[in-house]
């Protein structure tokens, strides 16, 4: 069974910055799409970023140009990177493993999640 373990969740203040890092188990990592969604209360999963095995990437909008995504194939890691956070990025962030061979932005895409981890954005 794939594992998909996040860590680097925390309370910040507007502006400031945190690092979100997601190790991946029991797969060949190099070759997986890797994503990172969001879900705040009471709205839908939404797409951050994903990442191709060959380093193609999408960001929403709403993150262009403050978020980073990158991964570590040695390390079978996946980071987002998050610059400039705003209160409104305030949510669960999930990393997650796209279905094999399939390069999505619908979280029906992806089947494997992992548990999550809390950013909260004061302002």
């Known amino acids: 069974q794939v594992q998909l373990v996040e860590s680097g969740g925390g309370l910040v203040q507007a502006g400031e910055s945190l690092r979100l890092s997601c190790v991946a188990s029991?797969?060949?990592?190099?070759?997986?799409?890797m994503g990172w969604y969001r879900q705040a209360p009471g709205k839908e999963r939404e797409l951050v970023a994903t990442?191709?095995?060959?380093?193609?990437?999408v960001y929403a909008d709403s993150v262009k140009g403050r978020f980073t995504v990158s991964r570590d194939n040695a390390k079978n890691t996946v980071t987002l990177q998050m610059n400039s956070l705003k209160p409104e990025d305030t949510a669960v962030y999930y990393c997650a493993r796209a279905t094999a061979g399939v390069f999505t932005t619908t979280p029906a895409g992806y089947n494997y999640w992992g548990l999550g981890t809390q950013v909260t954005v004061s302002s």
């Open positions: 029991r797969i060949i990592f190099s070759v997986n799409i």
């Open positions: 990442m191709t095995s060959d380093g193609i990437t």
